[in-house]
């Protein structure tokens, strides 16, 4: 009898996959898995470089399309306008993020990735394309609701990575949606304008002429349509089992319960009633890492917005008088500084100080650091391009630093919150 016993309950603990769901057939190849699958980390980090790239590329010459779109009766009032440019995608993205997550719950993480990146592809063409002030806000909106990356490949990347290598998933997503917005910036003001910079190359009666700013948004276009053509082989991981239960990896609780004459279901009714409901809101730790996490990111998105315009405006509005390919220089710089930072000296910083104090230091050194950029628009020459270039180096350091930081403290809380209320 016990020989029985021992074989029904190994046969119970067995997870039961099923023929025909792709989400079984996932958790079979992580079941195989002993190593980091870089395949799949790679399309990852692409996926979100793809969507990230148009959020910042726009930043270097926005100020010029407004200029050129003859809607600012004033020149103080062309940073108004940018403004409202630069908003309409988020706005678009916020009106629908929980939409398409409810939409990758239902049909699937791979559907809803794929249309993402079609959608960059069209909607970043037709920016490029604009020839008035409502097309660009029109089109930029349309991008922002339907580019519903961001969200499905979080939960993505934790459906097709096994435990120990989430952490590495996570953070390739952080990583490439920093390293995004900086290259999408410095591609913005290196390939805007191309007549005029690159006249050997590019002719004013040209496409490219005609529509200064196409070029930047054609070659994000071009890479994102490698990425949605790349997303076809990446495996779907919703489970669905046409009503059929799949069996659950707590069979030994159920076959000790079936064994003492118990009813399962009296018994997780009971448990249920004997666990506080919690409220989400009272995960102080949780809640305190979300907030910190909000506040740099609306810091990181003003700055590296607002950074482009101040320095294209004329020197007798305060400004630095920059062209877009001296601002897509200046954060090229940046990111290399931060690529080099992040890999080499980061590491020993953090094992000195610890993540809290990091955090804790880079917030009080960014108010003296933002402070300081009015003063630094009264210097010229060689001093000026030097400080200007520390300072934003400095900067995205300091922000990504903190946001690289806290994201996956959020990830680890959450988790953590929610194995203690499934107990």
């Not at 069209?122 to 519903?148: D, K, Q």
């Not at 495996?235 to 046409?242: A, F, G, I, W």
Request: proline share 4%; hydrophobic share 45%; aromatic share 14%.
């Amino acid at each position: 009898m016990g020989g029985e016993d021992d074989e029904c309950r190994e046969t119970l603990l067995k997870k039961e996959y099923y023929e025909n769901c792709s989400g079984c057939k996932v958790e079979q190849s992580k079941d195989l898995q002993r190593s980091l699958p870089i395949r799949n980390v790679v399309a990852i980090y692409i996926i979100v470089l793809a969507g990230t790239l148009p959020v910042s590329s726009l930043f270097p010459f926005i100020y010029f399309m407004i200029r050129d779109f003859h809607i600012a009766n004033r020149e103080e009032d062309i940073g108004y306008y940018a403004g409202y440019v630069g908003a309409s995608y988020m706005l678009g993205r916020t009106l629908t993020s929980v939409a398409w997550g409810m939409v990758a719950d239902r049909y699937g993480r791979k559907r809803v990735i794929i249309f993402g990146t079609i959608a960059v592809v069209i909607f970043n063409t037709l920016f490029g394309l604009s020839v008035n002030f409502w097309m660009a806000i029109s089109t930029r909106f349309l991008l922002g609701c339907l580019n519903g990356i961001l969200g499905p490949i979080k939960a993505y990347t934790s459906e097709v990575l096994r435990e120990e290598h989430q952490a590495i998933g996570m953070s390739a997503v952080s990583t490439a949606w920093g390293i995004g917005l900086i290259i999408g910036s410095a591609l913005g003001g290196f390939l805007a304008q191309p007549a005029e910079k690159y006249p050997n190359i590019f002719t004013e009666s040209s496409i490219f002429g005609r529509f200064p700013y196409f070029l930047p948004c054609l070659c994000i276009s071009v890479f994102a349509f490698g990425g949605a053509i790349s997303c076809c082989w990446l495996p779907e991981t919703l489970h669905k089992h046409n009503g059929k239960t799949k069996l659950c990896d707590d069979s030994f609780e159920a076959l000790e319960t079936a064994s003492s004459g118990f009813d399962a279901n009296e018994i997780n009714q009971k448990n249920e009633e004997q666990i506080p409901k919690e409220s989400l809101l009272k995960n102080w730790p949780l809640m305190s890492s979300i907030l910190v996490y909000s506040v740099f990111s609306l810091h990181d998105m003003a700055y590296t917005e607002i950074f482009p315009l101040w320095a294209e405006s004329p020197r007798k509005l305060g400004g630095l008088s920059f062209s877009t390919e001296d601002v897509g220089e200046i954060l090229a710089i940046s990111g290399v500084g931060l690529f080099v930072f992040q890999m080499s000296f980061y590491p020993y910083v953090q094992k000195l100080l610890g993540s809290i104090m990091i955090a804790r230091i880079g917030g009080v050194l960014s108010i003296p650091l933002l402070s300081s950029f009015p003063f630094i628009a009264k210097l010229s020459g060689f001093i000026l391009s030097l400080m200007i270039n520390i300072a934003s180096m400095v900067q995205t350091w300091l922000a990504m630093t903190i946001l690289y930081l806290v994201y996956p403290r959020i990830i680890l809380l959450e988790k953590y919150f929610v194995n203690i209320l499934s107990f």
